[in-house]
């Protein structure tokens, strides 16, 4: 089973709407969890970390569900410049990244 | 500040041949990674090393890959032969200290293609 499992999408949206992206993890020992961002043939960038008491960056909110075992992250008010691939990340003794879910922002 | 340094960017070879890539990373982070990325999927790590040791190599293929990192900075990862199976984009990355909350970033990669 893998470490992390995204919805690979795609998701297209139009600008203004709310998108939001979920992603699960196997194993409860994880210790720690991330978004990152990457656009098309970029390196992955840290967006946000994700916390149990869930936190917010802007229009980017995450939260964490650990007795599930699953992360999400919410994206408000889309812009095009959203339109990137989101990795959910999990670290349990090294880093662990899910496929990654493709979100295209429609003007 | 500068970020992390990964050079080529782009190596194409035929297959059979040996090829070399190159990480320098941000200035006074002591861990560095190697991440091989196939299309459509995300990084999947190859090797971290602290300082100079290599901490965790479990998923590098020892048979054909190989990495060094001799003074504790720049690295180099090796593939000898190449295969076809080997094209994707070969991804270095640091962070500061090695906890499991710290950042990690990461250089722009070498897309490599074997032919």
């Known amino acids: 089973r893998k470490e992390v499992e995204q919805d690979p999408g795609p998701f297209n949206v139009p600008e203004g709407a709310t998108v939001a992206f979920n992603c699960t993890y196997s194993n409860s020992a994880s210790q720690s969890f991330f978004w990152y961002r990457q656009d098309c043939r970029k390196e992955p960038k840290l967006l946000m970390s994700v916390y149990s008491s869930g936190n917010e960056d802007g229009r980017f909110t995450a939260q964490l569900n650990r007795a599930s075992q699953y992360i999400s992250l919410l994206i408000r008010d889309s812009k095009l410049s959203d339109s990137a691939t989101y990795l959910c990340v999990v670290n349990r003794n090294q880093f662990y990244f899910g496929t990654g879910t493709s979100l295209t922002v429609i003007p | 500040e500068a970020g992390v340094v990964q050079s080529p960017r782009y190596k194409i070879i035929e297959k059979k041949q040996p090829v070399a890539f190159w990480c320098n990373p941000i200035s006074g982070h002591n861990t560095l990674y190697w991440y091989r990325q196939n299309l459509g999927q995300g990084p999947e790590l190859l090797i971290r090393?602290?300082?100079?040791?290599?901490?965790?190599d479990s998923q590098l293929p020892k048979d054909r890959f190989s990495a060094e990192r001799l003074k504790g900075v720049d690295s180099t990862l090796k593939i000898q032969p190449a295969e076809l199976g080997d094209s994707a984009v070969y991804l270095c990355?640091?962070?500061?200290?090695?906890?499991?909350?710290?950042?990690?970033?990461f250089g722009p990669g070498t897309r490599l293609t074997v032919l």
């Open positions: 090393y602290e300082n100079e040791e290599a901490v965790d």
């Open positions: 990355a640091s962070s500061l200290v090695p906890t499991s909350t710290d950042t990690q970033y």
